[in-house]
């Protein structure tokens, strides 16, 4: 009997130094750090590695520093110009490396991440408020890059680095999607005008410099030119009034007199020795 009272105190000692020893065994990853507390009085910042402490006489608290991203949920506000606009946003932070940092993320505030998210969802909403849609649409990376200073500014008092703020969505009304297509749109077509002008203008200076060369008939130029183009395009018989067909487009008898000379003065034995008769027959063919 005495035997079996030995081996049930040895037993109730033997899980009791287990169960103490799991309480005292605090273990600290590298990328973690540790506000080591006794009696609820902070000691010290523990770093990676094993450490013993007393149960109920120490307490730990782990601060993970790797980096983490959080959402800031979408925002409805209305803009500088009066525009419905929904806008959320990313928010990339980690805990500072220092002990003092560490320190404060702790001690400093209750939970760094929520208060953090807070800021960010009430400085998103500042700032859109404060500007208009086209600037919300065009300067969201500098919007970005903006709210990450303010925001590194505040988390700084409590140990937490900003590393990175991205405006991810834009959301406006359908009837203002709808407005600004037309818009758009209209903004294409003004500049394929301008440009179909600008061509014109153009064509229009050239031939003015190609009639003060040929004369008062190099108009004519620019009529046959039009027909041309319109026949390529139709691929059909063209109907062209007399009207147009004028006695000063047709050729005066010392015009075809001049292309008559130009012709008779041509080659034609240097012209057959250029060219391949039987590539020639096979184009016929």
């Known amino acids: ?21 799991a309480y005292s065994i605090v273990i600290i990853k590298e990328y973690e750090r540790a506000l080591k507390f006794k009696f609820g009085e902070f000691i010290e910042v523990l770093e990676p590695g094993l450490h013993v402490i007393i149960p109920y006489v120490h307490k730990v608290e782990k601060v993970d520093y790797r980096t983490r991203s959080f959402d800031v949920s979408p925002q409805k506000v209305l803009t500088k110009d009066n525009v419905s606009t929904s806008v959320n946003a990313i928010v990339f932070l980690r805990v500072r490396r220092g002990k003092e940092q560490i320190k404060q993320s702790v001690l400093e505030v209750d939970n760094y991440e929520r208060v953090t998210v807070d800021y960010a969802r009430t400085m998103l909403r500042d700032m859109i408020s404060s500007r208009n849609l086209d600037t919300i649409l065009q300067e969201r990376e500098e919007m970005a890059k903006v709210m990450k200073e303010r925001l590194d500014t505040k988390t700084d008092e409590y140990g937490v680095e900003i590393m990175d703020v991205e405006i991810k969505d834009v959301s406006i009304p359908d009837e203002m999607e709808r407005a600004m297509a037309a818009s758009a749109e209209a903004e294409r077509d003004r500049k394929a005008r301008i440009i179909d002008a600008n061509g014109e203008l153009q064509a229009a200076v050239r031939t003015r410099i190609a009639s003060e060369l040929l004369g008062t008939k190099g108009y004519r130029l620019r009529t046959l030119q039009t027909l041309d183009s319109v026949a390529v395009e139709n ?8 009207s147009l067909i004028s006695e000063d487009m047709m050729a005066s008898d010392e015009e075809e007199g001049l292309s008559k000379d130009l012709v008779d003065e041509i080659d034609l034995k240097s012209l057959l020795k250029t060219v391949n008769v039987e590539d020639l027959a096979k184009d016929i063919q």
Do not use: H
């Open 1 to 21: 009997m005495d035997l079996l009272v030995l081996f049930a105190l040895v037993g109730f000692a033997l899980a009791l130094f287990l169960i103490v020893a």
């Open 235 to 242: 691929a059909t018989i063209v109907t062209i009034p007399t």
